[in-house]
């Protein structure tokens, strides 16, 4: 007898896709962990951009990572062949059933006609237009017209749709002793004692209007010379500039060490999950912190509501704007207020009360 297309209890192999940012996939994998736990040797597959396949070491909830940079996702997708090249590697991992994950201002259509043209049965995700067969269940998007929830809360749902869901909720990053150990010997190459945790801090950001001014930065870090701890600057190796700068307008007195275009992902996440702190714009390393629980303040631009840290204790700071909720990459107005409006002294002052909590709990 075949089973109800709408039955997901014999489903035995998922295609979850998620097809933007590191961070969103991070957001995903307590939904992901939801489908994985709800059926017993359940194989989970993740399709994801290249930047969301350097996750797939550090996901313990996903079997296989598939790497695929689709068109109507930004990113540097690069034709036609590489489309159809995905879809054949669907079709050859003979999936009972999809699941696409999308913020709500993306389509999950294009992806929904991939996976139909796979010969994938079941297929679910959010649509506000009726997508007749590719989808099923169809769940109805609400948002943001019955109001925004966060990120995690809406894939979630989702999952719910079909009797998936955990109890644990939380984000899932696995951190590995290779990538600490090669951390510590990096760290001793420096006179670092990377057993001592410390601070990490993360100046940079891929969107220009998620970026708090670095003269902002250095005066905060400058304010915490008295917390007694080192000072991990992290970014990418085009970031490192902008570290140096911070470093150097930081001013003397501050226990130093500049990371940026040094680390491996995984080496970034050990440093932040042995941390006592974590001071950052609204990007990646947020999510990673919230996934290995090290306390975070969060410089979080109003760009969009729906991407403040995850079930971990925080700061989220920010300076009220009414030209809030933009959604661009790009700050309209030229200005970025709604992150430099916020003062260094602000800064630094949640980043000593996270510490004190932190001694509190400890």
Same mark, same amino acid.
């Given at each position: 007898?075949?089973?109800?297309?709408?039955?997901?209890?014999?489903?035995?192999?998922?295609?979850?896709?998620?097809?933007?940012?590191?961070?969103?996939?991070?957001?995903?994998?307590?939904?992901?962990?939801?489908?994985?736990?709800?059926?017993?040797?359940?194989?989970?597959?993740?399709?994801?951009?290249?930047? *969301?396949?350097?996750?797939?070491?550090?996901?313990?909830?996903?079997?296989?990572?598939?790497?695929?940079?689709?068109?109507?996702?930004?990113? *540097?997708?690069?034709?036609?062949?590489?489309?159809?090249?995905?879809? +054949?590697?669907?079709?050859?991992?003979?999936?009972?059933?999809?699941?696409?994950?999308?913020?709500?201002?993306?389509?999950?259509?294009?992806?929904?006609?991939?996976?139909?043209?796979?010969?994938?049965?079941?297929?679910?995700?959010?649509?506000?237009?009726?997508?007749?067969?590719?989808?099923?269940?169809?769940?109805?998007?609400?948002?943001?017209?019955?109001?925004?929830?966060?990120?995690?809360?809406?894939?979630?749902?989702?999952?719910?749709?079909?009797?998936?869901?955990?109890?644990?909720?939380?984000?899932?990053?696995?951190?590995?002793?290779?990538?600490?150990?090669?951390?510590?010997?990096?760290?001793?190459?420096?006179?670092?004692?990377?057993?001592?945790?410390?601070?990490?801090?993360?100046? *940079?950001?891929?969107?220009?209007?998620?970026?708090?001014?670095?003269?902002?930065?250095?005066?905060?870090?400058?304010? %915490?010379?008295?917390?007694?701890?080192?000072?991990?600057?992290?970014?990418?190796?085009?970031?490192?500039?902008?570290?140096?700068?911070?470093?150097?307008?930081?001013?003397?007195?501050?226990? %130093?060490?500049?990371?940026?275009?040094?680390?491996?992902?995984?080496?970034?996440?050990?440093?932040?999950?042995?941390?006592?702190?974590?001071?950052?714009?609204?990007? *990646?390393?947020?999510?990673?912190?919230?996934?290995?629980?090290?306390?975070?303040?969060?410089?979080? +631009?109003?760009?969009?509501?729906?991407?403040?840290?995850?079930?971990?204790?925080?700061?989220?700071?920010?300076?009220?704007?009414?030209?809030?909720?933009?959604?661009?990459?790009?700050?309209?107005?030229?200005?970025?207020?709604?992150?430099?409006?916020?003062?260094?002294?602000?800064?630094?002052?949640?980043?000593?009360?996270?510490?004190?909590?932190?001694?509190?709990?400890?």
């Amino acid at each position: 007898m075949t089973a109800r297309i709408d039955d997901w209890s014999s489903v035995e192999r998922v295609l979850c896709v998620r097809l933007d940012n590191m961070g969103d996939v991070l957001m995903t994998t307590p939904a992901i962990r939801a489908l994985k736990e709800s059926r017993p040797g359940r194989h989970v597959c993740l399709l994801a951009s290249r930047s *969301g396949a350097f996750l797939a070491p550090y996901l313990s909830d996903v079997d296989a990572v598939l790497s695929y940079d689709a068109a109507w996702v930004k990113n *540097g997708s690069s034709g036609n062949e590489q489309d159809w090249g995905a879809i +054949a590697s669907l079709r050859r991992g003979s999936y009972d059933a999809a699941v696409i994950f999308t913020v709500f201002s993306q389509s999950a259509l294009p992806a929904a006609v991939m996976c139909h043209l796979a010969g994938i049965p079941r297929v679910l995700a959010h649509a506000r237009e009726n997508p007749y067969r590719l989808l099923n269940p169809w769940v109805k998007d609400t948002e943001p017209e019955s109001g925004i929830r966060h990120e995690v809360q809406r894939q979630l749902d989702l999952v719910a749709a079909v009797g998936a869901c955990c109890g644990d909720a939380r984000l899932r990053f696995s951190t590995r002793a290779a990538d600490r150990a090669s951390l510590r010997r990096r760290l001793r190459e420096q006179g670092v004692d990377g057993r001592a945790g410390g601070i990490v801090v993360h100046c *940079g950001a891929t969107a220009e209007s998620r970026r708090y001014a670095a003269e902002g930065f250095a005066q905060a870090l400058a304010l %915490l010379r008295d917390a007694g701890r080192t000072l991990f600057l992290t970014g990418s190796q085009a970031e490192r500039t902008l570290t140096e700068f911070v470093a150097d307008k930081a001013g003397p007195g501050l226990r %130093l060490c500049n990371l940026a275009g040094c680390l491996t992902l995984g080496e970034l996440a050990c440093l932040i999950e042995d941390a006592h702190l974590l001071i950052s714009n609204n990007t *990646g390393p947020v999510h990673i912190a919230a996934a290995v629980q090290t306390p975070v303040v969060d410089l979080y +631009a109003l760009t969009n509501p729906q991407h403040t840290p995850w079930m971990v204790e925080q700061r989220v700071l920010s300076c009220d704007m009414p030209c809030k909720y933009c959604y661009r990459s790009v700050c309209p107005q030229g200005h970025n207020a709604c992150l430099n409006g916020v003062a260094p002294e602000a800064v630094a002052q949640a980043a000593y009360d996270l510490l004190e909590d932190k001694a509190c709990i400890h």
